[in-house]
């Protein structure tokens, strides 16, 4: 038996991201009924809703405890969303990552980033929603392209060179989740 990579995890990174009312929060949950899949757990300022367990829906923590663990780099990603302070914990990740588990992150387009400088190897998918709502019901017709720039060809997606292009996913949302759920080893 060969030793394996230290900086190949044995496990698979899943990352969703995409903006509010694109369809994560429906695809993840759907990829969560297979039992082989976990939901990551993140830290954040914000104070418990009822019914909520720390360390089981997150890790709370307060906003100089938080900003602590930025500057020491204890986070694989953090934002700011609505006052409040969200991040992964790089310790957590890289230990669920190295005991072979199947890691599934919902986050936004800017955590998406930073996981890919850390994790390339990992999957990452974008929905932006428009598909559900620009095509025809059961159409798989691309999505209206991006702009060409003044010497005529098309900009990238993002400004970013070391970020992969991004495929949009316009087929019905069923769809994805079955193509997401029988990919799943390929990961």
């Known amino acids: 038996?060969?030793?394996?990579?230290?900086?190949?995890?044995?496990?698979?990174?899943?990352?969703?991201?995409?903006?509010?009312?694109?369809?994560?929060?429906?695809?993840?949950?759907?990829?969560?009924?297979?039992?082989?899949?976990?939901?990551?757990?993140?830290?954040?300022?914000?104070?418990?809703?009822?019914?909520?367990?720390?360390?089981?829906?997150?890790?709370?923590?307060?906003?100089e405890e938080f900003c602590g663990r930025v500057e020491r780099g204890l986070f694989a990603e953090h934002a700011e969303y609505n006052g409040n302070l969200y991040g992964t914990p790089r310790d957590w990740l890289e230990s669920e990552l190295a005991a072979g588990h199947i890691v599934l992150l919902e986050i936004d387009l800017q955590g998406s980033k930073q996981l890919w400088e850390q994790f390339p190897k990992g999957t990452y998918i974008f929905l932006d929603g428009l598909g559900a709502k620009t095509q025809p019901s059961g159409s798989h017709a691309a999505?209206?392209?991006?702009?060409k720039s003044d010497?005529?060809?098309?900009?990238?997606?993002?400004?970013?060179?070391?970020?992969?292009?991004?495929?949009t996913l316009t087929t019905?949302?069923?769809?994805?989740?079955?193509?997401?759920?029988?990919r799943r080893f390929e990961i």
């Open 151 to 167: 010497s005529g060809v098309r900009k990238p997606p993002t400004a970013n060179a070391n970020w992969p292009r991004r495929r």
């Open 1 to 63: 038996m060969t030793e394996r990579d230290t900086n190949t995890p044995a496990g698979k990174l899943i990352v969703i991201s995409g903006p509010s009312g694109s369809g994560k929060t429906t695809v993840c949950r759907e990829l969560l009924t297979d039992p082989a899949i976990q939901l990551s757990v993140s830290a954040t300022t914000r104070k418990p809703r009822p019914g909520e367990q720390d360390g089981e829906n997150y890790f709370f923590v307060s906003r």
């Open 172 to 182: 019905p949302l069923s769809t994805t989740i079955s193509a997401a759920r029988s």
């Open 143 to 147: 999505t209206p392209r991006a702009p």
